[in-house]
């Protein structure tokens, strides 16, 4: 039982575009998202994350929505950079975080330059 | 102010024998989360500790499994009688406290070889 899907395994992008990674779930009880990327041989590496009594948060490049309704989630990067090619996980949580992660499979973003 | 280690980086084991895991938290956080990840899959919950508790071991195999964070040391992750299986990378989180919207931080991970 898959409860965080993402779709997508790979995504590439020129250099410069907007990137937009994209994440499902399934279980209601979830009310903490995060992305994480993740370096071949290295641990995933915290990026973002949005409670769900937001819609959006925002920390430079990275925007993170969310649409409760749909249960879907949405990563954006812009401008992507050739040092944004990695794999990013999207991830949740119950209890605002303080319990454990579930994760997607994992998206293969290519940044083109 | 380092952040969460992990030994050993690589550890190869025969069938048989018993794998131990290593995390030491970052400096502050006493909540320890231990994820694995199969090749080609995400990572996987397998058990969340604090200080001399476990808190939730509901993702850690029934056997061969255990998991322990001492008042003293790092958190251990331990194997027993290791099949090809559980070749695996197993990666420790940590995080400070029981605040909403706390992120846990990964160290990089220890790759279980098991021949």
């Known amino acids: 039982d898959q409860q965080v899907k993402q779709n997508s395994p790979s995504l590439s992008v020129q250099e410069g575009r907007i990137s937009i990674l994209n994440c499902d779930y399934t279980?209601?009880?979830?009310?903490?998202f995060l992305w994480y990327k993740k370096y071949p041989a290295e641990g995933p590496t915290f990026l973002i994350s949005?409670?769900?009594?937001?819609d959006k948060n925002e920390d430079g490049r990275f925007t993170v929505f969310l649409n409760k309704s749909a249960k879907h989630l949405s990563l954006h990067i812009v401008p992507s950079q050739p040092g944004d090619s990695a794999v990013y996980f999207c991830?949740?949580?119950?209890?605002?975080?303080?319990?454990?992660?579930?994760f997607g499979t994992g998206t293969r973003l290519t940044i083109i330059p | 102010n380092a952040g969460v280690m992990q030994n050993p980086r690589h550890l190869v084991r025969r069938r048989g024998q018993e794998a131990r895991l290593r995390c030491s938290p970052m400096?502050?956080?006493?909540?320890v989360y231990w994820y694995r990840q199969l090749p080609e899959e995400g990572l996987k919950f397998m058990v969340y500790?604090?200080?001399?508790?476990?808190?939730?071991e509901s993702g850690m195999p029934k056997e061969r499994f255990s998991a322990e964070f001492p008042k003293e040391g790092p958190s251990i992750l331990r194997i027993q009688q290791v099949v090809r299986g559980d070749s695996a990378a197993y990666f420790c989180?940590?995080?400070?406290?029981?605040?909403?919207?706390?992120?846990?931080?990964f160290g990089p991970g220890t790759r279980l070889t098991v021949l």
């Open positions: 989180a940590s995080s400070p406290r029981m605040d909403p919207g706390n992120e846990q931080f």
């Open positions: 279980n209601s009880m979830f009310d903490y």
């Open positions: 949005i409670s769900s009594i937001k």
């Open positions: 991830a949740a949580s119950a209890n605002f975080g303080n319990e454990k992660l579930t």
């Open positions: 400096k502050g956080h006493s909540h």
């Open positions: 500790l604090q200080k001399e508790n476990i808190i939730d």
